[in-house]
């Protein structure tokens, strides 16, 4: 087969001459979306939070306060999330729009409202992209974002760097895994996920997938990005650990049969927790959109099972209100 790769390197091993992979096995098969997609359909899931979704909102919900000037994360909702670092702006996977979707009328809609509009934004520096999937990826933000802030810089994993030539943008970076990337007193890290990419039915696995460490003098952080679980997750922490602050996913995780290879659940980010030395934790990926078979106010009552059935009682690993931010203590 021809060599579509331009970045292709035989000696690593997430690297096809078509594009990327999971070194990790797969036991995926044929048919398992149709499936999945069947089964879902049959049982009528999602089934909305136990008490409705305004009650939903009203609980996980505020608005973005982003006033003061201490060295603060938010998380904005799903997978997306700011960082104030003396002053500097960071965005991750930011996705402000009603639908993760290249549709505007189809897809999978918010159930709860984002915490700001890029319009309430600060001067954002730099923005860090995971992958391509449209939960992760939303041109609509990216339009907005480019069109207020084209001197900053997106830093992607391989394979996407072409897909932001549409906007007037003055720097946007390519890294593959273990690369990385400094900006002043900011080091960005590219670092290993299990999962896939795919915008179009002819691009899978064409671009490639991460997470992302961030070192800064008053902040060491790791944002896992989408990924089942893997042993190699763990040697992240002790690569370029410890880290004061993680951001791991607890949502879009049933069933585990389909939904194993490609997102952890709140057990296993409960054992990734623990190999990381147990830092300050962030759960991402839930509370937005229904894209998996659990309810919206699943991911923290498991959350809460998964700590116990440890035997953990004293931990850091604590959700937050879509656009509720924590301060970092000076020096941390």
Known sequence: MKRTNRYYDAAKAHHTPEGFRNP????????????????RKQQGLPKPPQLGYQQ????WWQSADLSG???????????SMLLRLDGR????????????????????????????????????????????????????????????????T????????????????????ELDWWDSLSLGELTLHCTPARHWSMRTLWDRNR????????????LRFYFSGDSGYSERLAN??????????????????????FMQE???DPQQSVTLYQQLNSPRVIPIHWGVFELADESLDEPPQQLNLALSSAGIDQHQFLPIKIGERIVLEPNS
């Open 154 to 173: 997106f830093i992607v994993p391989l394979g996407l760097k072409s897909w932001f030539s549409r906007y007037r943008l003055k720097r946007v970076e």
């Open 236 to 257: 992240i922490g002790a690569r370029l650990g410890p880290f004061d602050v993680a951001a791991l996913p607890i949502g879009a995780y049933a069933p585990r049969w």
């Open 207 to 218: 671009s490639l997938w991460c997470g992302w460490v961030i070192h800064h003098p008053a």
């Open 262 to 264: 490609q997102h952890m």
């Open 56 to 59: 939903f909102t009203q609980r």
């Open 69 to 79: 000037s201490d060295n603060s994360i938010w998380w904005l909702g799903h997978a």
């Open 89 to 152: 702006y960071i965005l991750i996977d930011p996705v402000l729009s009603q639908r993760a979707s290249p549709l505007s009328f189809y897809g999978p809609k918010r159930k709860t409202p984002p915490p700001l509009t890029v319009q309430q934004l600060p001067a954002v520096d730099v923005v860090l992209i995971s992958h391509n999937h449209y939960d992760h990826l939303d041109r609509r933000t990216v339009r907005q974002l480019a069109k207020r802030f084209p001197t900053a």
């Open 24 to 39: 990790e096995p797969t036991q995926r098969q044929e048919g398992d979306l149709r499936r999945w997609q069947n089964e």
